[in-house]
């Protein structure tokens, strides 16, 4: 079982910048692949950024690529999502999970998530 607690959140500016934390209690963390998902108002659940076990391998959704960075520590078993450059249409509520696939966007390849974290992005 792992429990994921995500926080960072908050309310920035178009332009601005925001860093989330997703902190792990499972002692395992550095086995579990990670990733981050966020949920606009209306809108379904979709894929924002994964980081295999090792941080070696990441990937992103287009719509973030170049403006998010995600990252991890797995000796503080907490993964980073480093938003850069945030426009009003990042607004959403942001998710961790955790999973054991490679290169995972699909929601159904992760086993446990977090309460996810409230980011709003004025203009």
């Known amino acids: 079982q792992v429990q994921l607690v995500e926080s960072g959140g908050g309310l920035v500016q178009a332009g601005g910048s925001l860093r989330l934390s997703c902190a792990a209690s499972?002692?395992?963390?550095?086995?579990?692949?990670m990733g981050w998902f966020r949920q606009a108002p209306g809108k379904e659940r979709e894929f924002v950024a994964y980081?295999?076990?090792?941080?070696?391998?990441?990937y992103y959704a287009d719509s973030v690529k170049g403006r998010f960075t995600i990252s991890r520590d797995n000796a503080k078993r907490t993964v980073y999502l480093q938003m850069n450059s945030l426009k009003p249409e990042d607004t959403a509520v942001y998710y961790c999970?955790?999973?054991?696939?490679?290169?995972?966007?699909?929601?159904?390849?992760?086993?446990?998530w977090g309460q996810g974290t409230q980011v709003t992005v004025s203009s």
């Open positions: 999970a955790a999973g054991s696939s490679t290169i995972a966007t699909m929601q159904t390849s992760y086993a446990y």
């Open positions: 980081i295999n076990w090792s941080g070696y391998t990441t």
């Open positions: 499972a002692r395992t963390f550095s086995s579990y692949a």
